[in-house]
């Protein structure tokens, strides 16, 4: 039975200046993606828009989940499609409108190593050269983002191995920062590296995330103090490389957001304006994409901290403000929202006595308005109720940032702010 969607990617979003891009945002069953089925000797029986990355003027890519029958695509399928800069290895289908990219996972054009990370006769002797004791039995595709990056885990019977697939014109570079940073803190240290293919061999960390253990509730979560000196032991960064902020990040964000709902332009475009610029120097070394599930956990314990690929120079309260956003929005889908609420407030009196409170606050929101982005992204069936919510929140957290002062005690935090749950 063919099940095709109900609404397209953007319910109507146009995008005159990306030629192609009318097909993806606005066709349940995008012509380029039944073209390439079809040049296959197959037919398309299902579709669904699972992911999208969508920079106005700049690029749009979109993941499907397919099914097919008959001919050389049958069965179960993952297939992308790009407008814009079209990378060379993508079939190119031509349309009305203009060219589209389109691409069946795992042949990504700008991941030349996702092929190999999903083969397990070659991760087995890749992982051999940087590792002889470890046996590789089964491959696990733990993530991916067409065009930029992936994380394929390498699974034997005493440990696993996780190959990290990043464009490879950044794998040397990846590779040196964890080598750096795991010299100083628990971050894994990296095995090895492939310039040609853009692969990153990691150890496995032990514990947990400490999203699991925030969201079930009833797990023991590290002292706040502990999560902080997280980010207070990076050490200086190799290079001059500065990781923009989450209001540097809002122009982009914002252009976005009122492409997908345009009934919220005005809103967000106030909303921009009383958030201001940035005007602190990026003169610290930050994570970059410091949250909950970068902290790995054990007894109480963080012991490790992964995903470093933004680590880089930034503003004292980049960092903070990213957990605390984050940290805001997981509790809306906790088991115990009360629980991670209090956590959040604990840390929040924590970096609002080492921060100034306001700058602090005007990051988070631009955090949660920069995470508003995320159930379009994932294609979320009610993503337009759930990026207002979000729109909500950071409007909450730029009105508690008036005339606020340094707190020295947890009593003294104004959490009015944050949205029942």
Known sequence: MTMFPVNSVGRGALDDDLPGSRELLSSPV?????????????????????????????????????????????????IVAMAGKIPQGAARVEGPEGTVGV?????????????????LATVAQLVSTVDADAEIRSLRFRSYR?????????????????????????????????????????????????????????????????????????????????????????????????????????????????RILPDEARRLNRLVADI????????????????????????????????????????????????????????????????????????QALWEAAHEPADLRRRIAAVVLGQATGPFRVQQANWPAEVRRRIDTAEGWVASSSGIRKVSSLAQVDLTYIPDH
């Open 30 to 78: 995008p012509a380029p993606v039944v073209a390439v089925i079809e040049a296959a000797g197959s037919t398309l029986t299902g579709l669904e828009a699972v992911q999208s990355s969508w920079w106005p003027t700049k690029q749009l890519t979109v993941r499907y989940k397919v099914t097919a029958s008959g001919g050389m695509l049958d069965g179960h399928h993952q």
């Open 103 to 119: 691409w069946i996972v795992p042949n990504d054009p700008l991941l030349p190593g996702l092929v190999s990370a999903l083969d």
């Open 146 to 258: 067409p065009g930029r990056r992936g994380v394929v885990e390498a699974v034997g019977p005493a440990k696993s191995l996780f190959l990290k697939l990043v464009r490879p014109n950044s794998a040397r570079s990846l590779h040196e920062k964890h080598r750096h940073l795991a010299s100083r803190m628990p971050v894994p240290d990296s095995l090895g590296f492939s310039r040609e293919l853009g692969v990153v061999v990691l150890p496995s960390m032990p514990g947990q995330d400490m999203r699991r253990a925030l969201r079930h509730g009833g797990e023991t979560v590290p002292d706040p103090g502990a999560v902080a000196a997280l980010i207070e032991s990076l050490p200086r960064p190799l290079d001059d490389r500065v990781t923009k902020s989450p209001i540097d990040k809002l122009p982009r964000i914002v252009d976005l957001l009122s």
């Open 276 to 347: 201001g610029s940035d005007d602190r120097p990026a003169d610290v070394p930050v994570h970059g994409d410091f949250y909950e599930a970068q902290i790995l956990v054990r007894d109480a314990q963080p012991v490790g901290l992964i995903d470093v690929d933004t680590f880089g120079w930034g503003r004292p309260a980049d960092d903070p403000a990213m957990m605390l956003g984050h940290l805001t929005l997981l509790a809306s889908s906790a088991e115990n929202p009360a629980s991670v609420l209090d956590y959040a407030i604990r840390l």
